[in-house]
């Protein structure tokens, strides 16, 4: 396929607005009585929600710029990670401000004694060095453990899946979790199949490598 020919200036802008969305829209309902009877819940389910489908759309860059050669893609992961860790920042803002008014020892017995707390709070705490060492500076200061650091991404996206299913789990609605397994197992899957094809491909540009594979 034909490679994305957007300037990526103009793309960055698009994508930055659009990502404020979802925002913009809890503002105006919040402000015209619109975030139901349980607006708590709400907001919630509204920044979790986001949260991860955000994630899960940076998860894409990489597939869709080489499976589409849309190579200008590239240039907003980081920018779509940071608006996943945003949302995320909003949504644990939701637990310890609306739900809990800053109790920390209620916060810890539900971090403690509810399993899907737990994991979304592990998810997000491993969120945060990502989102902190995004900067062109911090690429440069940690070199290729830069790279090794945000390959946590994918633990992310995991336990960020098994909070929402615990979540709804509660309610035996298992419906859209199961959507975003799916789509998480499909990003993952293809990473790993990338992977293999890499070390296969090394392997045989070693001496020997192509003699060994003739010979079997």
């Known amino acids: 396929m ?62 869709l710029r080489i499976l589409a050669g849309w190579s200008s893609l590239a240039a907003l992961r980081r920018m779509l990670g940071l608006f ?9 803002s939701t637990f310890v401000w609306f739900e809990h008014w800053f109790d920390v020892p209620a916060m810890l017995q539900d971090v403690i004694k509810r399993p899907f707390v737990t994991v979304g709070m592990t998810a997000f705490v491993l969120m945060t060095p990502l989102a902190a060492t995004s900067t062109n500076a911090m690429v440069r200061r940690l070199g290729r453990r830069w790279q090794t650091l945000h390959r946590l991404v994918y633990a992310i996206a995991v336990l960020g899946v098994l909070h929402f299913w615990w979540v709804r789990a509660g309610k035996n609605d298992f419906a859209d979790p199961t959507v975003y397994a799916l789509v998480t197992a499909v990003l993952l899957g293809f990473r ?25």
């Open 2 to 63: 034909s490679a994305l020919r957007i300037p990526i200036p103009a793309l960055k802008v698009v994508v930055f607005l659009v990502a404020l969305v979802p925002l913009a829209r809890l503002v105006v309902l919040g402000f015209t009585g619109g975030l139901s009877a349980n607006p708590i819940e709400f907001i919630t389910r509204s920044t979790g929600t986001w949260t991860l489908v955000l994630l899960l759309v940076t998860l894409s860059v990489t597939p």
């Open 192 to 216: 790993v199949v990338q992977y293999v094809r890499r070390r296969r491909a090394r392997a045989l540009l070693q001496p020997g490598g192509g003699r060994r594979r003739s010979r079997a």
């Open 84 to 92: 996943s860790f945003f949302y995320a920042s909003l949504h644990l």
